[in-house]
């Protein structure tokens, strides 16, 4: 039971040291006992750039003349060898059989022959044709440029006859809001 008691009783001071620590302010906001806050007029801002390099991919594209060999026929094809083919093939056919197999020779014949013929005008020598066609070609390469880049505002301020300095992220104007401590000294 003692030692309940006892938690109970730290409990309690704890949280009146702590709500002796802050104290209203006129406008009723909670702060930190001591400290007040105000403002300072801006005498001087001066912004802190940097130099920074940046790489940025840049494509360059462009056309370009591509060598194109087109092989073809040596000669003009024409249907000739076909059809004397066939009718060498049909005269021979003709030789063969008698009645109407005679017939079904002179046409296999024929056909055979015209086959023979179309066969013989694909194996002359193939002729190649050279010409150019322009092809899109691309690349991507990386450019490097310096850059100013605003870091912050070095920003003097004039307080209670007294000139200070500070580094801010944003410009504050012709004041700057201050945070005042008070603490007392020891041995006085």
């Not at 093939?89 to 002179?106: P, R």
Request: glycine fraction near 10%; include cysteine.
């Amino acid at each position: 039971m003692v030692t309940v008691n006892r938690i109970f009783v730290i409990a309690l001071l704890v949280s009146f040291n702590l709500s002796a620590a802050y104290a209203k302010d006129h406008r009723g906001r909670s702060e930190q006992a001591g400290v007040h806050y105000t403002y300072a007029n801006v005498t001087d801002v001066q912004p802190i750039m940097r130099t920074v390099q940046v790489t940025t991919p840049r494509e360059t594209c462009w056309d370009e003349p591509v060598r194109q060999t087109v092989y073809g026929p040596g000669r003009h094809r024409s249907y000739t060898s076909t059809v004397v083919g066939g009718i060498i093939g049909g005269v021979v056919g003709n030789q063969f059989g008698s009645g109407s197999g005679q017939d079904a020779m002179t046409v296999a014949g024929a056909l055979l022959g015209a086959s023979i013929g179309r066969d013989a005008a694909y194996r002359h020598p193939v002729r190649a044709q050279t010409s150019y066609v322009n092809e899109r070609r691309c690349e991507v390469e990386e450019v490097t440029h310096e850059e100013q880049r605003l870091e912050g505002y070095r920003v003097y301020y004039k307080f209670q006859g007294r000139n200070y300095m500070t580094q801010t992220v944003n410009d504050p104007g012709k004041r700057i809001r201050l945070r005042v401590q008070v603490n007392p000294v020891a041995g006085y």
